[in-house]
């Protein structure tokens, strides 16, 4: 059987590029999220390209733990043995002062970025525990390593992945399981026009005069850290577009 994947969040974005990047080296790819055309669309394209039975789409909200926990337990037999599991799934929601940011907005992040991903950890990992074998790729941020005015919440939603990844790896760690976390930096996804609420505008001037990281460059790393030998783990790789430093420190003039 070939190797397994499970990648939250793959309806756009870095989740998207990883679900083509794996399944295009012959993986079953477990694609998730909330919007059900765009799962059925891909999910269909793949299986045109690799055959049937190349893919599977589950719909659920990584926020509800409840449907977290049915959605993968409700998987067929053949698609149980996860080996690797991708924690993507995540947004940023707003850009304000602590002071005036909404609360609602804060609520979204927590509750998709730490909390969500606590739940599909929690239901994962046990089937892993119990193969003893088994690799855990949480999608972390530069944000998570340093945080930047505005940033507030949503950098601190990512510190919290950059902890929980430390914690997995040490829990895990009897078990043979690997735990890697990727921390970019700024690319350009639908990321920036959920950050500002549908935005358009707005969002494309964050990649203004630079050459952005995309879905695919971050799919290659994730392939990569996934393909190494079974004694060899990334702990934690940052990576950047060549014109970002820091998350506040942008070279505007290297567009290609
Ligand atoms: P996108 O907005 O393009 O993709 C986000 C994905 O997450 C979508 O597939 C979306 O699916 C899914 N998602 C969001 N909320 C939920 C939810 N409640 N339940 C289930 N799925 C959800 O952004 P990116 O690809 O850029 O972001 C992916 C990850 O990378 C995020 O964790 C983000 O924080 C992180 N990141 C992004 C960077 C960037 O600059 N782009 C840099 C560093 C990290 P759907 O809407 O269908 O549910
Ligand atoms: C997304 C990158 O710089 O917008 O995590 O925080 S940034």
Redesign the pocket.
Known sequence: MPSLILI??????????MARRFAADRWRVII????TE??EALRTELDGLHGTGAVHAL??????RAAAEHAIASLPEEWRPIDVLV??????AGFAPIQDGDPDDHD?MI???VK?LLHVSRAVIPGMVARKRGHIIN??????KEVYPNGNV?CA??HA?DALTKGMRQDLLPYGIKVTQ?????????????RFHGDEARAKK?YEGIE??T?ED?ANLVHFAASLPPHVCINDLTVSPTAQATSTLVRRDLQP
């Open positions: 939250t969040g793959a309806t756009s974005g870095f989740g998207e590029a998730t999220g909330r919007r765009r799962l719909r659920f909200d990584v926020r509800d924690n993507n799934a995540g947004l940023a979204r509750d998709t970025n969500g999608i972390g941020s530069m944000a998570g949503y939603t990512k992945v990727i921390a970019p930096g700024l690319a350009e996804t639908e990321f920036s026009i959920v964050v952005p990281l879905g971050v």
